[in-house]
């Protein structure tokens, strides 16, 4: 027998067992044929499989979109990752937007109030951008890859497995319908007993290549516990990389606050008025710190109707202070966060500011770094 002999009798045998297969699915789809259920724990093992690769895969894109929110970066980085390229380096949102603020900067003069503000949040900004490429960079290794290795890796195993298994059980069901038309036509005296001995021996054969095949797909099925757990370690670790960023970010942006906050109400105006003519001074310490204020806990916000009430009034107030301020003159008074001052107000002063004693120490101090005490 030649090779080409051997190939054509091979291809014959294939041709042979498709169609037998094609023939007992559909008369099991038109419920002429019997068909062979797999074990519940088999089942509940495929059913737990194909739940863990639709939410894996939900997760991973969506954790795609939140660290690259640019659908056209995303297909540039697929595009070289499949073509094993390095993607270009580029300036990510944050990046750009301080390098535009620190270019406004120089442009308007470092020595101005706003030209150097611009410069100080231009280079805070470029500091989160580095701080967004790490994340993104360890969320991207420690989180998104092993997520991406059991879709492409492991839950193709377990496809291409139990297709096999199918395969084996459309063979076995086959085979029981042939063993199960030859003994009816024994009992007719249609055909020989060797005809039934032969399909009962296909039908042991069968039976045992079927029940191998579910053994080895429920040992891979079996092992989606363990992708659980690795899967929790990895969503750990992202996390703690997203707290880490966070952490970061918030501590960059308190820094920033300090910075601004320390700028002296008289550096604050505009430098192209004359001294002659009164400007109401727009304190930027009074606007970060009720941002922030607002963010950490809406309850250390300012009542404004308390500060109204003191300004209107001879009076005296205990205040708590919520953040540290660092006095940029000799007419300010530093604070500490959480201590408890006295404050009020004296005539033609600052709508921002009030007055604070500690002790024997007084002076200016921002309102919005405080918290009006009953």
Known sequence: M???DFNVKKLAADAGTFLSRAVQFTEEKLGQAEKTELDAHLENLLSKAECTKLWTEKIMKQTEVLLQPNPNARIEEFVYEKLDRKAP???NNPELLGQYMI???NEF???????????KCGETQKRIGTADRELIQTSAINFLTPLRNFIEGDYKTITKER???QN???????AKTRLKKAKVAEARAAIWAEEVTKSEQEVRITQSEFDRQAEITRLLLEGISSTHAHHLRCLNDFVEAQMTYYAQCYQYMLDLQKQLGSFPSTFLSNNNQSSST???SVSTPSVLASASASLTSVSNSIVTSGISELKSSSGSRKARVLY???AANSSELSLLADEVITVYSIPGMDSDWLMGERGNQKGKVPITYLELLN
């Open 2 to 4: 030649n090779i080409m």
């Open 89 to 91: 380096s580029r300036m």
């Open 103 to 105: 270019d406004a900067g």
């Open 109 to 119: 003069g470092p020595g101005t109030a706003y030209g150097n503000a611009l410069i």
């Open 163 to 165: 297709k096999l298994l």
């Open 168 to 174: 084996k059980r459309l063979d076995l069901d086959a």
């Open 278 to 280: 009164p400007v109401q």
């Open 324 to 326: 540290d301020y660092d």
